[in-house]
């Protein structure tokens, strides 16, 4: 059986293959160990699961056990304790006048490690920066340089859609390449960047959530440019409506008009 446990420190995502003798569920917080990491906690997201994704990692150890009072309080408090390693970093990198932002920090359940993530607009040498945060905090420390989206999921917001953004909230745990190709596919590149791009600057992520579906149907429609045929004679398609299943046609006699996809007729181009 495959356990899946997303890491409350990194977000990682590691496997168990081990029997779920816990009998544990999905949602559980669990204490489980690393090789070379010491005791972490996580949470069960997914169980006997076949298709394992490229990012994920097989675990280097073991569940230990379920989460008890004590372990959350302790976590709470890490929460607490990571603030105030925050204030205390952003002012060491002001006092540096390094060209950086720290925009989170998160202690390991452990208390020996400590992550700072950053954004800059340029390479920052880690070499003068981890020394004197370690100077300040007596742990160890990990810098990630985030990107535009990493930035906008820490920062957090709302999307054009009013509700909290999908990374923000946890709807979307790992972000997933986001294409031009689904923009074409759902029709919607006349509605114009600013609509398809989230705060980020990028692409929606939720334009990925009904792409499989808007392809299903697009098979009943005819290619854009392609010859037809309606009971008002032929024509060319100048704009699909996937979700209506309506075609807009360019007549040959009679300019643009608009049919449904079942009284539309496909014109084999000759060879």
Known sequence: MNIGIRNLYDDTILISAKENELELTLGDKVIFEQKDRGKEIGKVIFLNRKKLA?????????????????????????????????????????????????????????????????????????????????????????LTQLGTRDRAKAHGGFGICGREQCCSSGVIPKFRSITMEMVKTQE?????????????????????????????????LPAWGSTVKTKK????????????????????????????AKDVEAVESEK
């Open 54 to 142: 490229a990012d994920e990692i097989i675990l280097d150890g073991k569940i230990l056990r379920k989460t008890n009072t004590e372990d959350l309080e302790k976590f709470e408090e890490g929460a607490e304790l990571a603030s105030d390693a925050l204030e205390k970093a952003r002012a060491k990198i002001m006092e540096l006048a390094l060209p950086m932002q720290i925009v989170e920090a998160r202690l390991a359940f452990d208390r020996e490690e400590i992550s700072f993530f950053f954004t800059a607009d340029e390479r920052i040498d880690f070499k003068e920066v981890v020394p004197k945060l370690a100077g300040i905090m007596k742990k160890r420390i990990h």
């Open 188 to 220: 919607l590149a006349m509605k114009g960047a600013e609509k398809l791009s989230g705060p980020c600057g990028k692409l929606l992520c939720c334009l990925a959530y009904e792409l499989e579906e808007y392809r299903k149907m697009r098979k009943n």
């Open 233 to 260: 004679g032929g024509g060319k398609v100048i704009a699909l409506d996937i979700l209506n299943q309506k075609v807009k046609i360019w007549l040959t006699k009679g300019g643009a008009e608009t049919f449904s």
